[in-house]
Nanobody, 120 residues
């Protein structure tokens, strides 16, 4: 079982930057594809970004493409989300996600979330 702990959220002005971190424990980090999702008040949780096990492939939602960068450090069991040019609409709770495939199933784990608030 993988435990995920997010950090780095906070209050920032529009146009500012934040870097989120997600530290993983309890599993083999390099065997998990990692991702970030977010949920704003009154809205469904939505995909933000993902990165492959090796870090070679990255994926972004159109709404954050060009502003956010996902990366991972397999030696530190940590995935990062660098968020630049933040907008008020980026305000949400950001969740880290770990995903791996086992015979007959896909295992998915979630962190507890970290709040990001962007003031306009």
């Amino acid at each position: 079982q993988v435990q995920l702990v997010e950090s780095g959220g906070g209050l920032v002005q529009a146009g500012g930057s934040l870097r989120l971190s997600c530290a993983a424990s309890g599993g083999t980090f390099s065997s998990y594809a990692m991702g970030w999702f977010r949920q704003a008040p009154g809205k469904e949780r939505e995909f933000v970004s993902a990165i492959s096990k090796s870090g070679r492939n990255t994926y972004y939602a159109d709404s954050v493409k060009g502003r956010f960068t996902i990366s991972r450090d397999n030696a530190r069991n940590t995935v990062y989300l660098q968020m630049n040019s933040l907008k008020a609409e980026d305000t949400a709770v950001y969740y880290c996600n770990a995903r791996t495939s086992v015979p007959g199933a896909t295992m998915v784990y979630w962190g507890q979330g970290t709040q990001v608030t962007v003031s306009s």
